[in-house]
T-cell receptor, first 115, second 110 residues
Framework: QKEVEQDPGPLSVPEGAIVSLNCTYSNSAFQYFMWYRQYSRKGPELLMYTYSSGNKEDGRFTAQVDKSSKYISLFIRDSQPSDSATYLCAPSTNAGGTSYGKLTFGQGTILTVHP | EADIYQTPRYLVIGTGKKITLECSQTMGHDKMYWYQQDPGMELHLIHYSYGVNSTEKGDLSSESTVSRIRTEHFPLTLESARPSHTSQYLC?????????FGSGTRLTVV
């Protein structure tokens, strides 16, 4: 079983829709939860970062963590065509990864927002 | 603007050639990483480094090698390229708060 499982998608939604992207994980030691966005032919970029359970909002993006069920979500409100990308979850035991900085990534969800 | 630079962005090379993919960062990060990513697929860690003169193999076995002689520079070398090495190679670094990735090198071995 993989340490991080992510809904593979792909997801295709109309502009303005609310998007929900989800991951589950198995390591109860994960405390930090990151979401990366990767545009085509680019490297991933850090989108959101949360610590422990709860919600964090940043503009149209909300990251939600439920440690009791080992479930993490990213919500995108009023989705835009510019949100079309691959989204990767990356839970971790510390902010920079494991003791040597390793991050475990989900396999990514491809999102397309069409006008 | 990215503070981690990878060159070349695209490389098409013949089987058996030796290649070096360059990665440099200007942020003074100690920890650096190389990931391999096939189109639409997961990121796989192939090498990492804690600092100068420190290199370790990652989770995915790779025939490539790396070196870390300077903090800012973490090149990856393939002594004899094969078609199975065709992939995207991503370099990243961290100061302890998430990763900063380069734009990647897309390698095609023909």
């Amino acid at each position: 079983q993989k340490e991080v499982e992510q809904d593979p998608g792909p997801l295709s939604v109309p502009e303005g829709a609310i998007v929900s992207l989800n991951c589950t994980y198995s390591n109860s030691a994960f405390q930090y939860f990151m979401w990366y966005r990767q545009y085509s032919r680019k490297g991933p970029e850090l989108l959101m970062y949360t610590y422990s359970s709860g919600n964090k909002e940043d503009g149209r993006f909300t990251a939600q963590v439920d440690k009791s069920s080992k479930y993490i979500s990213l919500f995108i409100r009023d989705s835009q065509p510019s949100d079309s990308a691959t989204y990767l979850c990356a839970p971790s035991t510390n902010a920079g990864g494991t003791s040597y900085g390793k991050l475990t990534f989900g396999q990514g969800t491809i999102l397309t927002v069409h006008p | 603007e990215a503070d981690i630079y990878q060159t070349p962005r695209y490389l098409v090379i013949g089987t058996g050639k030796k290649i070096t993919l360059e990665c440099s960062q200007t942020m003074g990060h100690d920890k650096m990483y190389w990931y391999q990513q096939d189109p639409g697929m997961e990121l796989h860690l192939i090498h990492y480094s804690y600092g100068v003169n420190s290199t370790e193999k990652g989770d995915l076995s790779s025939e490539s090698t790396v070196s870390r002689i300077r903090t800012e520079h973490f090149p990856l070398t393939l002594e004899s390229a094969r078609p199975s090495h065709t992939s995207q190679y991503l370099c990243a670094s961290t100061s302890g708060y998430g990763y900063t990735f380069g734009s990647g090198t897309r390698l095609t071995v023909v």
